[in-house]
C-alpha cells in the first residue's frame, strides 16, 4: 500500500509516520526533509527564494536520498550528511518560503513518486493525499491544536541544546503554517478522502496503535476485493 500522512508542523506526522513504516515493514519518506535541503543548499549557494531560474537548476542537480540505520533515518545531498543541517529554525522558515516555487515542486514531487512507486511506503508532508499521490491507498491527516504543536517543537529544539524561547516557537509554527496553507501551489489542506487523527492530548503509541488497526484493515479488505 501507499500510506499518506499530511498536516501542519509539529502535529507529530514524523515520529508517527516512522513509527508505522516500522511496524507495517515500510519504507518511511520524510518530503519536508527534501525541501530543507532545497532550501540548506540554496542558503549555501546564495540562491534567494524568489529566483525560480537558480532554483530550477539547483533542484534538477541536486541528489537527496534517506539511508536508514537501525531506528535513525539520515538524510543526504549529493552524499553529504545533512540530517541535523536541516533543522534549524532558519531553514524550516527556508524551507516553507521555498515550497512555493514551482519548480522547486515539480523537481522534487517527480522524486517522491519515483520512491514511492512500488507501494509499500509511508510518505509524510503537506501534499501527499492531494497532488503526490491522490490515489494512495490509505490517506490520514494527523492535526493538534496549535498550542500542543509549539509546545512540541520547543521541547525539540530544547532537548537538542538549542537556545529558544516558547512564545518565538509558538509564533513561527502559527506563520509556517499560515504560509503553507495560503501558497497557491498545492496548499497544506486536507484532502476530502483522508482520515482525521487529532494528536493533541494522545500519546505517539495511542496514535500509532490506530493508524495500524485502520492499515491492517484497509489491507484485508483489499485483498478480499482482489479475490
Ligand atoms: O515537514 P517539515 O516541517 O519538515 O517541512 C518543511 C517545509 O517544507 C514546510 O513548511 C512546507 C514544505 N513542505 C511542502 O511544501 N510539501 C511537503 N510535501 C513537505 C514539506
Known amino acids: 500500500m501507499i500510506i499518506a500522512i499530511d498536516g501542519p508542523s509539529g502535529a507529530g506526522k514524523s515520529t508517527v509516520g516512522k513509527n508505522l513504516a516500522k511496524r507495517l515493514g515500510y519504507l518511511y519518506i520524510d518530503t519536508?526533509?527534501?525541501y530543507r535541503a532545497v532550501a540548506l543548499k540554496a542558503k549555501e549557494r546564495g540562491i534567494e527564494p524568489e529566483d525560480e531560474m537558480a532554483l530550477s537548476q539547483l533542484v534538477s542537480s541536486i541528489q537527496i536520498s534517506f539511508v536508514t540505520r537501525g531506528d535513525e533515518t539520515r538524510v543526504l545531498c549529493d552524499g553529504e550528511d545533512i540530517t541535523h543541517a536541516i533543522r534549524s529554525p532558519e531553514i524550516s522558515r527556508l524551507a516553507s518560503d521555498i515550497s512555493k516555487s514551482k519548480r522547486v515542486r515539480e523537481g522534487l514531487v517527480e522524486m517522491q513518486r519515483k520512491m514511492g512507486k512500488e507501494g509499500g511506503v509511508v510518505l509524510e508532508g503537506r501534499d501527499i493525499g492531494t497532488v503526490v499521490f491522490p490515489d494512495a491507498?490509505?490517506?490520514?491527516?494527523l492535526d493538534a491544536?496549535?498550542?500542543e504543536r509549539g509546545r512540541r517543537r520547543y521541547r525539540e529544539f530544547s532537548e537538542k541544546g538549542m537556545k529558544v524561547e516558547f512564545n518565538e516557537t509558538l509564533k513561527e509554527v502559527v506563520e509556517r503554517d499560515r504560509n503553507d496553507m495560503s501558497r497557491s501551489l498545492?496548499?497544506?489542506?486536507r484532502a476530502e478522502d483522508a482520515i482525521l487523527i487529532d494528536s493533541t492530548c494522545r500519546s505517539v503509541e495511542e496514535v500509532v496503535r490506530e493508524m495500524c488497526r485502520i492499515a491492517h484493515e484497509k489491507r484485508r479488505w483489499s485483498e478480499i476485493d482482489y479475490r
Open 186 to 189: 498545492s496548499p497544506l489542506k
Open 137 to 141: 491507498d490509505l490517506k490520514f491527516y
Open 145 to 147: 491544536d496549535p498550542e
Open 32 to 34: 519536508g526533509a527534501m
